[in-house]
């Protein structure tokens, strides 16, 4: 193997992922000096290679290895072995992400605190608040470029943008604009600006929106300390007798099995791979899973409150022309039980191109009810809702016992069922949607049921306690010291807002205290 | 605003009206002959104009011609053959189909006049894996089809062409300010 470090270089740190997390993670530790291994499934796709159509995209990068599902949520029924629409890929997700860059609400640090306790949910606090995370979100926003924030200037409203703003205008918002996003309006970073390319889901062609693809990864090369393998699957983590861990198993490209050893691992492979890893290396020490001592890896799966409203009208829109998310209104984020529920959503404009609009407008649908949308797609506005669900026990990735993937390891299964304030939140949302595009002459809106999960969350929580989560305020396994989770299962509960700027804040604090720790022989 | 030309260029292809290069005459195509697709799961040319039939009453677009529906059908029928089935599915789907039709309406599949009466013994048979397999194959093997995409006014690829910074990305002009 040419690798530039050796398998058996004990003093790596090996970083599973290389997405907000995992990429993020990786260069900050590079930056300090620290030699990092960062193992990514995918393979190196750059932007070159990008293609402006979208099923040969997925084809290209979106994560399809098997897995299945179950619970009252449609996607178990629709796509019932697609839970998720993630990247595998380097860059992980943050290669066909939208850009959409929001800090958490003061309150949403407090979930339990602030909504109460909710029947048949698992609320709780994080272990740290918006105070402690103000410095991060500012280093997140200059690092990723965020319109809006240090006096970048937010992106020019596309044709999708104006009629939702319109309608916004007309029903009385009073928060909404093009939006906080991590898309260059002007050149910055040795990146040019947004073209209005249309493509943000299938790779920004342009470099234009942040990715750690062409910004975290480069830059953590060009320290000569990160070294990043592609088509390197992992398969387990190895501790040693002391429980902390000592080794990282992964195919490598030619799928042979190799074992390179560390001094710290960084797990960030998504929310669902993520806790899928520490189940699958479970051990005599940790027989229910490696840090599962509390039983919570997996468990509190969250995938935001989501759903779409395209509304028809009589005269041609192509909202396909411009930014996928091109607009916001943030009136709905706030915490205001007299709507019916706790917590909020935000509304966020979106587009599909025509064949995601055939296969996600409604799944399974067909006739004329059907194709008489679709005969007017570019007469169609659309927006996504994404608020806040709730954390509960039984949404939980575990493994599928009779369902093994290639390596002969067990896949991850999906459970989620919405809750009562999902369902309440949607419903509102679904409403408020229609009633925007109903107030600017919409002839028809169509209401789109949640895709296969973008926003992955919470399966590897933090808590301030053991018993209550995986990890503690750092994103440090309580159960393993030299262990961390650096991706958006950490999360305690989901908020209602894009999670990537929060991950990456979290991304960049956690090497803080890391590169602190090992300075220190504390790692 | 810059408004999208949703006209399918003329080509010989489109001219001649079959998936594969039959002469047709346009005007005087019976449903049955229309752009009968060549397939290779498929025996019957019966069957294959009723494949088409159902193709399109599936997912009904009147600006869309037969001829992209029989390639969806192709499309749908090489799956088929490139995963080594051999279980006749379109075929005994087909049958199924003009069985339950001839119950209901006393006639073929594709000699029912009524748009709603087909559609009636479509919904008799939804739970098949037969109508499973064409309508869910219909989703990518019709609509990512690119001159469908002309005709429903999507634009497609956009980078070669520099986005749509200076091509309409913010032209909408009807709405009062």
Same mark, same amino acid.
């Given at each position: 193997m040419d690798n530039k470090f050796a398998l058996d270089d004990e003093s790596v740190v090996v970083v599973v992922g290389s997405g907000a997390g995992g990429g993020t993670l990786s260069n900050e530790l590079a930056q300090r000096g620290i030699k990092v291994v960062c193992l990514e499934a995918g393979k190196r796709n750059e932007i070159p290679d990008f293609v402006n159509?979208? =099923?040969?995209?997925?084809?290209?990068?979106? =994560?399809?290895?098997? /897995?299945?599902?179950?619970?009252? =949520? @449609?996607?178990? /029924?629709?796509?019932?072995?697609?839970?998720? =629409?993630?990247? !595998?890929?380097v860059g992980g997700s943050t290669t066909h992400w939208a850009g959409a860059s929001l800090r958490f609400q003061e309150h949403e640090w407090k979930a339990l605190s602030t909504y109460g306790s909710v029947d048949n949910a698992d609320l709780l606090d994080w272990p740290i608040d918006a105070a402690e995370m103000a410095p991060w979100y500012d280093k997140a926003e200059f690092r990723m470029g965020t319109t809006g924030t240090n006096g970048i200037p937010r992106l020019p409203g596309n044709n999708n943008y104006k009629v939702f703003s319109a309608g916004a205008r007309k029903l009385g918002y009073k928060e909404f604009h093009t939006g906080n996003m991590s898309i260059n309006s002007e050149p910055r970073d040795e990146r040019t600006s947004c073209r209005q390319l249309g493509f943000c889901f299938q790779g920004c062609k342009m470099g234009a929106k942040w990715s750690t693809l062409y910004t975290e990864i480069p830059k953590g090369e060009a320290t000569g300390n990160l070294e990043v393998r592609p088509q390197s699957q992992v398969i387990r983590i190895e501790h040693d007798v002391s429980g902390k861990v000592a080794a990282v198993i992964y195919a490598d490209k030619d799928g042979v099995l190799q074992r390179q050893k560390s001094r710290v691992v960084a797990v960030a492979g998504n929310s669902i791979e993520s806790p899928r890893l520490l189940l699958n290396s479970h051990s005599n020490l940790f027989p229910h899973g490696l840090a599962n001592g509390a039983g919570h890896v997996g468990r509190y799966y969250m995938r935001h409150m989501t759903g779409s409203v395209y509304a028809v009208f009589d005269k041609p829109v192509h909202m396909y022309r411009g930014t996928t998310m091109a607009g916001i209104i943030k009136d709905e984020a706030r915490h205001d039980p007299s709507r019916g529920f706790v917590a909020g959503y935000e509304m966020e404009t979106l587009s599909l191109g025509l064949p995601f609009m055939a296969a996600f407008l409604n799944p399974g649908g067909w006739g004329r009810e059907f194709t008489s949308a679709l005969d007017t797609y570019d007469h169609m506005a659309g927006m996504w809702l994404v608020g806040e669900d709730m954390p509960q026990a039984s949404n939980r990735i575990t493994l599928n016992a009779d369902v093994k993937d290639r390596f002969g390891m067990p896949v991850a299964h999906v459970n989620y069922d919405d809750h009562a304030n999902d369902v309440a939140m949607r419903n509102h949302a679904f409403r408020q949607g229609s009633a925007i595009y109903e107030a600017v002459g919409a002839k028809r809106t169509i209401l789109t049921p949640p895709y296969p999960s973008t926003h992955n969350l919470g399966s590897n929580r933090m808590s301030a306690k053991a018993a209550d989560g995986v990890v503690n305020k750092w994103g440090q396994a309580h159960e393993v010291p030299n262990l961390f989770v650096s991706d958006g299962s950490q999360f305690t509960t989901s908020a209602a807002e894009n999670p990537t700027l929060t991950i990456v804040a979290l991304a960049l604090r956690q090497a803080d205290h890391i590169a602190g720790r090992m300075a220190r022989n504390e790692l | 605003?810059?408004?999208?030309? !949703?006209?399918?260029?003329? &080509? /010989?292809?489109?001219?001649?009206?079959?998936? &594969?290069?039959?002469?047709?005459? +346009?005007?005087?195509?019976?449903? +049955?002959?229309?752009?009968?697709?060549?397939?290779?799961?498929? +025996?019957?040319?019966?069957?294959?104009? &009723?494949?088409?039939?159902? +193709? @399109?009453? %599936?997912? #009904?677009?009147?600006? %869309?011609?037969?001829?992209?529906?029989?390639?969806?059908?192709? %499309?749908?029928? /090489?799956?088929?053959?490139?995963?080594?089935?051999?279980?006749?599915?379109?075929?005994?789907?087909?049958?199924?189909?003009?069985?339950?039709?001839?119950?209901?309406?006393?006639?073929?599949?594709?000699?029912?006049?009524?748009?709603?009466? @087909?559609?009636?013994?479509?919904?008799?048979?939804?739970?098949? #894996?037969?109508?499973?397999?064409?309508?869910?194959?219909?989703?990518?093997?019709?609509?990512n089809q690119k001159v469908v995409w002309t005709l429903l006014g999507y634009e497609g690829s956009s980078f070669e062409h520099g986005g749509y910074l200076e091509r309409g990305f913010n032209d909408l002009d009807w709405l009062e300010s």
């Open positions: 159509d979208e =099923w040969e995209s997925f084809g290209q990068l979106a =994560w399809t290895d098997k /897995r299945t599902t179950s619970g009252d =949520w @449609r996607v178990a /029924r629709d796509f019932p072995n697609l839970p998720a =629409w993630i990247v !595998k890929s | 605003m810059r408004l999208v030309n !949703k006209k399918v260029p003329l &080509t /010989r292809r489109t001219f001649l009206g079959s998936a &594969t290069g039959t002469v047709m005459i +346009a005007g005087l195509a019976t449903k +049955a002959q229309a752009g009968a697709p060549v397939l290779k799961t498929v +025996a019957s040319p019966d069957s294959a104009a &009723t494949l088409v039939a159902i +193709a @399109r009453d %599936i997912y #009904p677009h009147d600006r %869309i011609p037969d001829l992209y529906y029989a390639t969806a059908i192709e %499309i749908i029928d /090489r799956q088929l053959m490139e995963a080594g089935d051999t279980s006749g599915l379109l075929e005994k789907g087909t049958a199924l189909l003009d069985t339950v039709a001839q119950q209901k309406f006393g006639k073929r599949y594709v000699d029912i006049v009524a748009e709603g009466d @087909r559609v009636q013994s479509l919904k008799a048979i939804e739970g098949t #894996p037969f109508f499973a397999k064409v309508r869910a194959g219909m989703v990518t093997a019709l609509y």
